[in-house]
Structures are given as C-alpha cells and as structure tokens.
C-alpha cells in the first residue's frame, strides 16, 4: 500500500512564508513524478508545480518566481517553499506522485492540507 502524507499548511499573513512537504510511503519501487496541486472553494483543482525524478520543474503562470518545488529521492518527499503568499493562494494543497507501486505505474495523491493567507 501506498501513502502520501503532507505537513506544513496553516495561517499566514499576505506576504508571508510556508514550506510544505509530502512523504511517499509504502512499497514504492520508483517515483515518477512529483508534485502539488491546490483546489479553492468552488474552483477546479489545478496543477501548481511538479518535479521530475532528474530535476525538471514546471509551475503554474500564477506561482512562478514565488514557490519553489523541490525533492529528496532518498527520502521519497517533496517539499514546495511558498513565499510572498497572496490571499489568492488560499486553498487545499494536495501532494501527488506518479509512481511504480504494487499495482504497477500509477497515480496517487495525499489527504491535502490547508493553508490560508489573510489579508
């Protein structure tokens, strides 16, 4: 069984700073992909930023120059550095990975966690 936990969301005041990170477990033989995912009350979920297991990134038009994705292989957990955070920000963050499992290549995601940006 696979799981992906994340940690790091909360209050935070517009402008401020949260790191949040994901840890892939279970009988993972290899990650694909990684990646955070946000969806705000009555909006659709959309990508924010992924990370392929050599490096590459790819963000969202609205996060670029303010978060960063990054990851650990050895430890199977990507991380995404949330700086000068808008109320617009506002939403669940839900971790997601592309990986090689018990069931062959698939796609799993996190519970999500909150995080919220006043003004």
């Known amino acids: 069984q696979v799981q992906l936990v994340e940690s790091g969301g909360g209050l935070v005041q517009a402008g401020g700073s949260l790191r949040l990170s994901c840890v892939a477990s279970?009988?993972?033989?290899?990650?694909?992909?990684m990646g955070w995912y946000r969806q705000a009350p009555g909006k659709q979920r959309e990508l924010v930023a992924a990370?392929?297991?050599?490096?590459?990134?790819n963000y969202a038009d609205s996060v670029k120059g303010r978060f960063t994705i990054s990851r650990d292989n050895a430890k199977n957990t990507v991380y995404l550095q949330m700086n000068s955070l808008k109320p617009e920000d506002t939403a669940v963050y839900y971790c997601?990975?592309?990986?090689?499992?018990?069931?062959?290549?698939?796609?799993?995601w996190g519970q999500g966690t909150q995080v919220t940006v006043s003004s």
């Open positions: 997601a990975a592309s990986l090689l499992g018990p069931k062959g290549d698939q796609n799993y």
């Open positions: 279970g009988s993972i033989f290899s990650i694909n992909a």
């Open positions: 990370i392929l297991r050599r490096g590459s990134t």
